[in-house]
């Protein structure tokens, strides 16, 4: 059995005043800045109890049962209508931010290239998700001479030893493989968004440390210096 590319989520139910003994455990507190609060409908017997929020008493029949659970299928289905689906280019790189994982910006105008982190917070989640819900479809005729200024790279350091390389322009995703997808994505705002609280700017002249350095000045007719 393959698990490289599996996630599993588990929830559970804390009793009140218990949730810290979770969250030793690792457990996320709901809610919190990414997920709203958990939520739950109990049937008993002649009562629904809305967690003990507000307690109804009605009479409860199969035809009444049946009726819920038509209604919490129509919801759910709702609820998920609005979901983007992953385009799959970050499927290896977890979307839960720690404290270990760092996200690296760098920005090459022509002259020098630009670079900043962002380290283990939402803002790496908000990056992560916004950047795998965006649409992407593999681009099999790209070249580098579709490459055009900026040139934009993007450094992933996720758990587990997690590491992704990507760079971008044009409108074009570009992998370490050398892979281009048409992937159209604000990456100036990304820059130039002050809550994201980008740390350690440093500039200097292009070199092999950019992102896919190698596939962006290397085609068929031989080296192509940006």
Same mark, same amino acid.
């Given at each position: 059995m393959e698990w490289e590319d599996t996630r599993i989520t588990a929830g559970l139910f804390s009793a009140k005043g218990k949730e810290g003994f979770y969250g030793k455990l690792g457990f996320v507190e709901r809610p919190n800045e990414q997920r709203g609060a958990g939520m739950g409908l109990i049937l008993n017997g002649g009562n629904v109890d809305a967690g003990g929020a507000c307690v109804k008493h009605i009479k409860v029949t199969r035809r009444g049962i049946f009726c819920i659970t038509c209604l919490m299928v129509v919801l759910l289905s709702l609820a998920s209508c609005g979901e983007t689906p992953s385009n799959g280019l #970050?499927?290896?790189v977890t979307s839960?931010?720690?404290?270990l994982t760092t996200l690296? #910006?760098?920005y090459f105008d022509g002259e020098?290239?630009?670079?900043?982190?962002?380290?283990? $917070? $939402?803002a790496t989640l908000e990056? #992560?998700?916004?950047l795998d819900a965006v649409k992407a479809t593999e681009d099999p005729h790209w070249t580098t001479g579709d490459?055009? #200024?900026?040139?934009?790279?993007?450094?992933?350091?996720? $758990?587990?030893g997690r590491h992704r390389l990507v760079a971008w322009s044009n409108d074009r995703w570009i992998t370490s493989e050398g892979t281009a997808?048409?992937?159209?994505?604000?990456?100036?705002?990304?820059?130039?968004q002050e809550e994201y609280r980008w740390f350690t700017r440093h500039e200097y002249p292009w070199n092999g440390s950019f992102p896919c350095a190698r596939v962006l000045s290397l085609d068929a007719n031989g080296w192509n210096p940006c």
């Open positions: #970050l499927k290896n839960e931010p720690n404290a690296t #910006l760098y020098k290239v630009y670079q900043s982190q962002i380290f283990g $917070s $939402s990056v #992560l998700d916004a490459i055009t #200024l900026p040139i934009y790279g993007l450094e992933i350091n996720a $758990s587990q997808y048409k992937f159209t994505y604000d990456f100036a705002q990304l820059q130039f």
